[in-house]
């Protein structure tokens, strides 16, 4: 099994999204399967966001990264994605690395009918993270947003563990990450139906 776990917080050790998207990698490769792991940090190694000459292709650098992205997306079988919530959404080197991987006859397609996903026959796990309470707010633009995106590329295999309230105390932040890590998903599911 091909896992790609991707990290976007910038707090380094400090951080929750960190720490329980770690903790569900651990879970998945404690399994006995053979579990083949790529990893990339995108607050430490970030994809530059799409600009003109990111579709134009001219810088051969960028656009040989994009494209291992790209491969390294479609090869793997999970996805472990930390996100925290920054402002309500997802850090901007996330959306970078989204930007990267929905791409137009790559991971989606448009027909007469609408829109179709390629990219499904995935689990994708989402280690979340909010400062505040944000389940079922309007102001969440966080996990919809996610839910979403995956969605359109055709993977409806999408789980949150989620941490929230973090910033409220520390007993209730001991009390979310506590319970976080309770509510791990099941590495016996660990590829998608």
């Known amino acids: 099994m091909k896992l790609l776990h991707l990290d976007a917080s910038v707090l ?21 399967q053979n579990v083949d792991v790529s990893y990339r940090d995108l607050d430490h190694n970030p994809i ?19 494209e291992a992205v790209m491969q390294q997306f479609l090869a793997a079988d999970v996805v472990v994605i930390g996100a ?10 996330l959306k970078a690395w989204i930007d990267r991987v929905a791409v137009a006859g790559r991971t989606f397609k448009y027909t007469e009918n609408g829109p179709v996903g390629l990219a499904g026959g995935k689990r994708v796990i989402i ?27 055709g993977i409806n295999n999408v789980e ?5 309230g973090l910033a409220y ?18 590495a016996a599911l660990a590829v998608a139906a």
Not at 48 to 66: F, I, W
Not at 87 to 92: D, L, Q
Not at 138 to 153: K, T
């Open 127 to 153: 280690a979340s993270s909010r400062g505040g309470i944000y389940t079922d707010s309007p102001a969440d633009f966080q996990e919809p947003f996610l839910r979403q995106v995956f969605g359109f590329m």
């Open 12 to 32: 380094g050790e400090n951080s929750v999204s960190r720490q329980l998207s770690a903790a569900i990698v651990a879970n998945l490769v404690e399994t006995g």
């Open 169 to 186: 105390s520390p007993k209730h932040r001991e009390d979310a990450i506590t319970g976080a890590l309770a509510s791990l998903p099941s």
């Open 48 to 66: 530059p966001h799409l600009r003109s000459t990111s579709l134009a292709q001219a810088d051969a650098a960028e656009a040989t990264d994009a």
């Open 160 to 164: 949150f563990v989620r941490a929230e």
């Open 84 to 93: 925290p919530m920054y402002n309500f959404s997802i850090p901007s080197t």
